[in-house]
């Protein structure tokens, strides 16, 4: 199976999937810390796939969503983007809306919190 074959396994397999760089419990860089700690603290339920322990992943990644940064959200097997995007969104309320959309559970009280602390 080829790294594509895998990701898009990953990606249309689990409602909401971050690739990036650690684990959701032990991120490895700031981007991918701040993105996992957004989803971490609204409870939403995640599949993390740390691209550290995959030089074909890491690589791979990229080139599936022509994206040329880590980490990249998917929701639903759509990519929604990398951490300033999703920080964007997270600030907007467009997150909310888009996990409403999908129908993705999540704490609306600690997103109203994250915009309530960067306001």
Known sequence: MTAHDRI????TGNDVVLYMKGTKAMPQCGFSSRVAGVLNYMGVDYQDVNVLADEEIRQG???YADWPTIPQLYVKGEFVGGCDIVTEMTLS???DQLFDAKGIAYDREAANKIREANA
Do not use: A
């Open 61 to 63: 990644i990229k080139d």
């Open 93 to 95: 309320g467009e997150l």
């Open 8 to 11: 898009r396994e990953t990606v």
